[in-house]
């Protein structure tokens, strides 16, 4: 048999011990189908002595990643310590200049440096695989890499937060708080080191640069992202979702628009019934717009030790195997400029929920100030009273507070530069 594939491990956290794991589990299968052994020669991480879910006694130690990455024993680095700058940046740097292919699962380093660093690869002539990066489990950066290239694509958006997805499911589905819920998503490994990258949507925006990038062929743009998280989202808005037949999902788009490619994560309210609203718990869900292969879709588990490992695997086997791509499907001098479309020019239809004291006149008296913005409301409803804000007492049941709920009908998102946004949007899909 061939002389085995030797990695270096960086990162012994959730995802590292789970590709450890699933080594020890496999490893003569993996052999088999990459025709040639697998091995661990060492690894790195902060704390040699931390109780973790792998047994790391039979591998080299070594205390720097940045030394680990250029190690002459190994033929790969694989990182999976997690961070856009700092070691984990320049222990990949390291690793491609000495001519070592990387795999990572880093999408926060990719989604600001990948281009940088896939000329790095080119240059040295080594791979840059990063499947668990995007949608964890699920093979969309190879579908994305591969199979569709032959596509023009209009549109690439789905679920790609699984501890989002997570919180939003134990919200609406059994009435969770948003912290417990947040909580347990941490418990399960779910989520980023700072759990803000996933509920502030740049989780989810660091992945939607990285397909952004594979589907139009341009340069990641991650600054250029309109972002919004789901933290301001309560009960009273899953609440209202529900009555109206939709539900709460946070979501990023890139979609090729007259004016450019728009790019954007925010929640939206999604019809029940449809796939993405069907996508739970720690699930993705992507779709894929193309001209030819039209309407793809591909879910499953986008977060957690065992699919992020998984993917991880896929990447190592292909190497192994021998095969080398392009780490963002076109050559990186190939790569197109982003082209931006504004935020400004958006067409959608928003949800507007606004508390307010039941008096006579209130409704009117918002309808009147929807036309006077150019508003048109599609449907303004009256919903509960609200018996859960302090310093309302009994005497006050009859005047208030209720919440109403609007959808508008489709507008651009921002007519003029003067007109404020109101304060609790959501834009419908
Ligand atoms: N947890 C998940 O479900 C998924 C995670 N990812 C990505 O995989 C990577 C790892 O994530 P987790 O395993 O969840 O993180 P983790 O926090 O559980 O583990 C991180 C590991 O890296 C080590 N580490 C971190 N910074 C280091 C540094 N500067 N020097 C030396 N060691 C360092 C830590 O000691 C720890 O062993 C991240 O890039 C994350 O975004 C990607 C897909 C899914
Ligand atoms: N924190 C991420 C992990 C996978 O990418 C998520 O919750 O999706
Ligand atoms: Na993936």
Same mark, same amino acid.
């Given at each position: 048999?061939?002389?085995?594939?030797?990695?270096?491990?960086?990162?012994?956290?959730?995802?590292?011990?789970?590709?450890?794991?699933?080594?020890?589990?496999?490893?003569?299968?993996?052999?088999?189908?990459?025709?040639?052994? /697998?091995?661990?020669?060492?690894?790195?991480?902060?704390?040699?002595?931390?109780?973790?879910?792998?047994?790391?006694?039979?591998?080299?130690?070594?205390?720097?990643?940045?030394?680990?990455?250029?190690?002459?024993?190994?033929?790969?680095?694989?990182?999976?310590?997690?961070?856009?700058?700092?070691?984990?940046?320049?222990?990949?740097?390291?690793?491609?200049?000495?001519?070592?292919?990387?795999?990572?699962?880093?999408?926060?380093?990719?989604?600001?440096?990948?281009?940088?660093?896939?000329?790095?690869?080119?240059?040295?002539?080594?791979?840059?695989?990063?499947?668990?990066?995007?949608?964890?489990?699920?093979?969309?950066?190879?579908?994305?890499?591969?199979?569709?290239?032959?596509?023009?694509?209009?549109?690439?958006?789905?679920?790609?937060?699984?501890?989002?997805?997570?919180?939003?499911?134990?919200?609406?589905?059994?009435?969770?708080?948003?912290?417990?819920?947040?909580?347990?998503?941490?418990?399960?490994?779910?989520?980023?080191?700072?759990?803000?990258?996933?509920?502030?949507?740049?989780?989810?925006?660091?992945?939607?640069?990285?397909?952004?990038?594979?589907?139009?062929?341009?340069?990641?743009?991650?600054?250029?992202?309109?972002?919004?998280?789901?933290?301001?989202?309560?009960?009273?808005?899953?609440?209202?979702?529900?009555?109206?037949?939709?539900?709460?999902?946070?979501?990023?788009?890139?979609?090729?628009?007259?004016?450019?490619?728009?790019?954007?994560?925010?929640?939206?309210?999604?019809?029940?019934?449809?796939?993405?609203?069907?996508?739970?718990?720690?699930?993705?869900?992507?779709?894929?717009?193309?001209?030819?292969?039209?309407?793809?879709?591909?879910?499953?588990?986008?977060?957690?030790?065992?699919?992020?490992?998984?993917?991880?695997?896929?990447?190592?086997?292909?190497?192994?195997?021998?095969?080398?791509?392009?780490?963002?499907?076109?050559?990186?001098?190939?790569?197109?400029?982003?082209?931006?479309?504004?935020?400004?020019?958006?067409?959608?239809?928003?949800?507007?929920?606004?508390?307010?004291?039941?008096?006579?006149?209130?409704?009117?008296?918002?309808?009147?100030?929807?036309?006077?913005?150019?508003?048109?409301?599609?449907?303004?409803?009256?919903?509960?009273?609200?018996?859960?804000?302090?310093? /309302?007492?009994?005497?006050?049941?009859?005047?208030?507070?209720?919440?109403?709920?609007?959808?508008?009908?489709?507008?651009?998102?921002?007519?003029?530069?003067?007109?404020?946004?109101?304060?609790? /949007?959501?834009?419908?899909?």
């Amino acid at each position: 048999m061939p002389n085995s594939l030797k990695l270096g491990l960086a990162g012994l956290g959730t995802v590292g011990a789970g590709v450890l794991r699933l080594l020890d589990a496999h490893a003569g299968q993996i052999a088999a189908r990459a025709g040639r052994p /697998v091995q661990v020669v060492a690894v790195s991480a902060r704390d040699r002595s931390k109780k973790r879910d792998a047994v790391i006694d039979n591998y080299r130690w070594v205390d720097d990643p940045i030394a680990l990455a250029q190690d002459p024993e190994i033929d790969a680095f694989v990182e999976l310590m997690g961070g856009e700058e700092g070691i984990p940046k320049e222990s990949v740097e390291a690793a491609l200049k000495a001519g070592k292919h990387v795999v990572t699962a880093n999408k926060a380093l990719l989604a600001h440096h990948g281009v940088a660093l896939a000329k790095l690869a080119e240059e040295n002539d080594v791979a840059l695989n990063f499947e668990a990066a995007v949608a964890g489990g699920i093979p969309i950066v190879k579908v994305m890499r591969e199979s569709l290239q032959g596509n023009a694509i209009s549109r690439v958006y789905g679920i790609l937060n699984g501890t989002c997805n997570y919180i939003l499911t134990l919200m609406q589905e059994e009435g969770a708080t948003f912290d417990d819920a947040l909580k347990e998503a941490q418990e399960k490994g779910y989520a980023e080191a700072d759990p803000t990258f996933d509920i502030g949507g740049f989780d989810t925006a660091h992945k939607l640069a990285l397909l952004t990038s594979l589907a139009f062929g341009v340069e990641t743009a991650f600054e250029d992202i309109y972002v919004e998280g789901i933290q301001r989202i309560a009960a009273a808005d899953i609440e209202a979702a529900d009555r109206l037949g939709y539900r709460l999902k946070l979501l990023g788009v890139a979609a090729a628009t007259e004016h450019g490619i728009e790019q954007r994560v925010h929640p939206a309210m999604v019809a029940k019934h449809t796939p993405v609203a069907e996508t739970f718990g720690a699930q993705n869900c992507v779709l894929i717009d193309g001209d030819f292969v039209e309407d793809v879709m591909l879910s499953g588990q986008g977060a957690g030790a065992g699919p992020t490992a998984s993917a991880v695997m896929g990447d190592i086997i292909e190497l192994a195997r021998g095969h080398i791509f392009a780490p963002f499907a076109t050559k990186t001098a190939d790569l197109k400029p982003y082209p931006k479309a504004e935020m400004g020019g958006h067409a959608g239809s928003y949800y507007l929920r606004l508390t307010v004291r039941d008096q006579t006149g209130v409704i009117a008296g918002i309808a009147t100030r929807m036309a006077e913005q150019d508003i048109s409301l599609e449907s303004i409803v009256q919903h509960r009273q609200r018996t859960d804000i302090p310093g /309302v007492d009994e005497d006050e049941v009859h005047t208030g507070p209720v919440d109403v709920v609007m959808i508008t009908h489709e507008r651009p998102k921002r007519r003029s530069k003067k007109r404020s946004r109101p304060s609790r /949007v959501t834009d419908m899909l």
